[in-house]
């Protein structure tokens, strides 16, 4: 799904009222019935429901909204919040329509601030698209009622306050809600996570804007959706062999970290690899034999980190069609050596993880010796030592897009919402995954994933969409079976299906 910028939003809609064709007061009309319904398959009518409407267009739609509410006889109070002389058009008309069946409430100075109780709905329609200055005046003072208030808070297509694609300002006024119910499409603002408190809960309801015009309209930035990502997934020919399903080598673990190597190796195989082999420390031999019975282990010479130096005759590295890196190898200089090495002799893409990633940030000249589009999946901190701090989060956006681009790296940011950037300047971003996967050795098992699809020959950018795709899927059936508070990682890997 794309996301589109302000302005572009700003056009769809414009496009869908010339070319639908419909009148924009009717699609306004359909946006507050399409928040209506959202509303009352949630909530019923024994809580009191407060509106605060500002004087544009989104206090037009909350404006529709008390109506729409009203008719359905729940309990609703409208205020309209006085900040200028000045209303839309479809303002007036919905205001017009509202005065007839109920009672508005002007609020000029804060002494017009009602008190907001506990078990009340707030909905924010103060503030919608049209955001063009940060809050300031009456406007502030009821956005911070809001906030400082026990209800349930909705806001009504964006938090008002809250700019859509662009930083907001220190100190901005914002208002904070457990709900936003958007029209368009989800705007960058949603995914960023310095900005959750002013998002909560998002969930986006179609008012039929012109599919025809998103379509044609050119973005950078992507929203993962479970559709796109199944066109992806390849199914399985009736004659295939394990050997049409390539042959992945993952170089991981170390004393104390072996955990990681197996995390690894059991999701890689649970993630359709033909065959597995995994290179570990002498140390790590039996754990990863007795663990991983289905993976062929390859010990190093060294008892405790990976050296490079087998311990057994090698195969040569063009035997396997992909390499993942990085999950518990450590830092130490043996380990520098081998990846050096590792790095000038691979000619294929690779995935790069964790350590890996900790070693290339401190040693720069190995940059150019990854392989052009391999994937890196660095979590913030790794990805600010790879790169630099950022100032806010469409800062780190910009860093992100221009490392990967300059560099013709895969890159995934991992989060909620984690990133992926590619080498040709888009971004993608993931719609699945839950705050139970922020424990230990989740990003182990999305090493194992992203290498078994490179083995079977996915492209590199199709591999990092459909795997952190299916592994914050996978983290949402382990959720749904254990909870978040008890899940662990290797429990991501019992719970993927890729069907
Ligand atoms: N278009 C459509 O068909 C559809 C639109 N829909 C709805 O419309 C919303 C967008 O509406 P909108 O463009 O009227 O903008 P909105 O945010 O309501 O207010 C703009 C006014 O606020 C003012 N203002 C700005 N910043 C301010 C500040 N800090 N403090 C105080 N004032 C400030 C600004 O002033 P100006 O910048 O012009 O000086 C202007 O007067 C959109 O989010 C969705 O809810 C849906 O119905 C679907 C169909
Ligand atoms: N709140 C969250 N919502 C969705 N996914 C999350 C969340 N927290 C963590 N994750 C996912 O869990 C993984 C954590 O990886 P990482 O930080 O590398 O952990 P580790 O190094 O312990 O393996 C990433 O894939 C990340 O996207
Ligand atoms: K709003």
Not at 31 to 54: E, L, M
Not at 123 to 128: F, K, Q
Not at 172 to 195: E, M, W
Not at 427 to 455: C, E, K, Q, R, Y
Request: glycine share 8%; proline share 5%.
């Amino acid at each position: 799904m794309k996301i589109l910028s302000v302005e572009q939003t700003r056009t769809l809609d414009q496009y869908t009222i010339e070319h639908e064709p419909i009148a924009p007061i009717n699609l306004m009309e359909r946006a507050a019935q399409a928040f209506t319904d959202w509303y009352t398959a949630r909530f019923d009518k024994s809580r009191p429901v407060r509106i605060f409407c500002g004087l544009g267009n989104n206090g037009g739609d909350g404006l529709a909204i008390a109506r729409l509410l009203t008719q359905l006889e729940y309990s609703v109070q409208t205020y309209v919040v006085r900040y200028a002389p000045r209303e839309s058009e479809d303002f007036m008309h919905n205001h017009r329509r509202l005065k007839l069946i109920s009672s508005i409430t002007y609020i000029e100075n804060e002494r017009d601030i009602p008190v907001i109780r506990n078990r009340e709905v707030a909905i924010d329609a103060i503030l919608g698209l049209g955001l063009s200055r940060t809050t300031e005046g009456i406007v502030q003072s009821v956005i911070d009622a809001i906030n400082h208030s026990p209800a349930t808070v909705i806001a009504v297509d964006i938090a008002s306050g809250l700019f859509a694609d662009t930083a907001n300002g220190p100190n901005s006024t914002i208002i904070q809600p457990d709900y936003t119910v958007t029209f368009h499409l989800p705007k960058l603002a949603f995914l960023q996570p310095t900005l959750g408190l002013y998002v909560g809960e998002w969930h986006w309801v179609d008012i039929g804007l012109s599919r025809a015009f998103i379509e044609r309209t050119p973005t950078t930035y992507f929203y993962t959706t479970e559709k796109e990502v199944r066109h992806l997934l390849r199914p399985r020919n009736r004659f295939s062999h394990k050997g049409s399903f390539g042959h992945a080598l993952l170089l991981v673990g170390s004393y104390g970290k072996m955990g990681a190597g197996v995390l690894a190796s059991r999701a890689c195989l649970r993630s359709g690899v033909g065959l597995l082999t995994v290179q570990v420390p002498r140390c790590g031999y039996e754990i990863l034999q007795t663990t991983v019975p289905e993976a062929m282990c390859q010990p190093d010479g060294h008892l405790h980190i990976l050296s490079g130096q087998p311990d057994l005759e090698a195969p040569e590295l063009s035997t396997y069609s992909a390499i993942g890196v990085g999950p518990g190898i450590g830092t130490a200089p043996e380990t520098l050596a081998m990846l050096r090495k590792l790095l000038s002799e691979a000619q294929k893409p690779m995935v790069i993880d964790a350590d890996a990633i900790n070693l290339i940030a401190k040693n720069r000249d190995l940059i150019d010796k990854i392989p052009k589009n391999s994937i890196l999946t660095p979590h913030p901190k790794e990805f600010e030592r790879l790169t630099r701090r950022w100032t806010s989060d469409y800062d780190k956006l910009g860093i992100l897009r221009d490392f990967a681009q300059r560099n013709r790296f895969v890159v995934v940011l991992k989060g909620a919402h984690t990133a992926i950037a590619t080498p040709d300047g888009t971004t993608h971003f993931n719609s699945t995954g839950n705050p139970g996967m922020s424990t230990g050795g989740t990003g182990d098992v999305l090493t194992g994933i992203l290498t078994a699809l490179i083995a079977q020959g996915y492209d590199p950018v199709e591999a990092a969409v459909l795997g952190v795709f299916e592994h914050g899927r996978a983290g949402d059936r382990a959720a749904q079976n254990r909870g978040q508070i008890g899940l662990m990682a290797s429990d991501i890997t019992d719970s993927l299906r890729w069907d």
